[in-house]
């Protein structure tokens, strides 16, 4: 009988090595720019924008903790990461509310849900300028109510409903909610509702059977909705930048400095940056590895 081959020694089918040049290809044009900037944010005192490296160093980063300017990266950090923080909360909670009301035939529901995933198709500075027209005139209308009121002093004082968490949360929402809630849909189309009918036999109340029985279930996919509404909103720029009112955020200084800062210490905040998106993806993985331990370690007890 006619040994078998290791499988790292079968014959690779003919169509192989093209696809893995291209997906290697592919590879290289996402993550390539993102590696030479990590590179060239470590050149020493003297280094430029480009290549060659001249020396190896923290120096730009001790220079990002200094300051650029008169640009305040601390204060647009901490902003971006409240904000993004925010959104995440929100998007996690409005997405399991709504996976779970649409398990249940509603009234409009089609009209509801293609009026959230709209937003998707909507060009993204349209979704910003049109977000700032309509809290423009929330301005307008308090100020008239103001005066209508008698209180001018306060009228004149008014600034903006503009801010962080006003209109830039909402923009911010219109991007993230989609995708947490199509996530929610997909989630709950697979979940098997003979779960939480046993619960009700065993005299659970709804509560108790959302919070003992469903939301560990699909707990793994809560924890991608909160990280898809940090992440998405930690880079946005587009629809913050017309929303966002007399404050920036991380991304809107960076898009800024691009045109003033000719140092490798734009490259190191971009390194900054990119380092959070990723800690925050290595601590999703972490919470997803714990609760499968802590799943796996129920049915065993379950099953003793």
């Known amino acids: 009988m006619k040994a078998r ?5 079968e014959r690779r089918a003919r169509g192989f090595w093209p696809l893995a040049v291209v997906f290697a290809l592919f ?4 993550y390539g720019p993102m590696i030479v900037i990590v590179v060239l944010s470590f050149q020493g005192p003297d280094g430029g924008l480009t290549f060659p490296l001249r020396g190896f160093s923290l120096h730009w980063y001790r220079q990002l903790a200094e300051g650029l300017g008169v640009v305040d990266i601390g204060a647009a950090l901490a902003r971006s990461f409240t904000l993004g923080a925010a959104v ?3 998007t996690v909670l409005l997405s399991l509310l709504a996976g779970l009301a649409f398990r249940k035939q509603l009234r409009g529901g089609n009209t509801l849900f293609f009026v959230v995933v ?7 500075i349209i979704v910003s300028l049109g977000i700032a027209l309509e809290f423009r005139l929330i301005d307008g209308a308090i100020k008239g109510l103001l005066q209508a009121l008698g209180f001018q002093d306060a009228a004149d004082n008014y600034g903006t409903a ?3 968490y006003t209109s830039a949360l909402g923009a911010h929402l219109t991007w993230t ?3 947490g809630l199509l996530i929610m849909f997909a989630v709950f189309n697979r979940f098997n509702p003979a779960y939480e009918e046993a619960a009700r036999d065993l005299g659970a109340t709804p509560w108790q059977g959302l919070r003992h029985v469903v939301l560990p279930l699909i707990a793994p996919s809560v924890v991608g909705v909160g990280m898809f509404g940090f992440t998405l909103s930690w880079d946005e720029i587009a629809r913050t930048s017309q929303a966002i009112g007399d ?5 809107l200084e960076l898009q800024g400095l691009t045109s003033t800062v000719t140092t490798p210490a734009i490259y190191a905040l971009g390194t900054v940056t990119t380092a959070v998106s990723f800690g925050v993806m290595a601590a999703t993985l972490l ?3 714990a609760l499968r331990r802590r799943r796996t370690r129920l049915r065993k007890g379950g099953a003793g």
């Open 27 to 30: 590879v290289l044009f996402m």
């Open 247 to 251: 404050v920036n955020t991380l991304p």
């Open 5 to 9: 081959l290791p499988v790292f020694a």
């Open 177 to 179: 909610l989609p995708f």
């Open 118 to 124: 709209a937003s998707l198709i909507m060009p993204s």
């Open 162 to 164: 503009l801010g962080l």
């Open 287 to 289: 919470l997803l590895f």
């Open 88 to 90: 995440m909360v929100l």
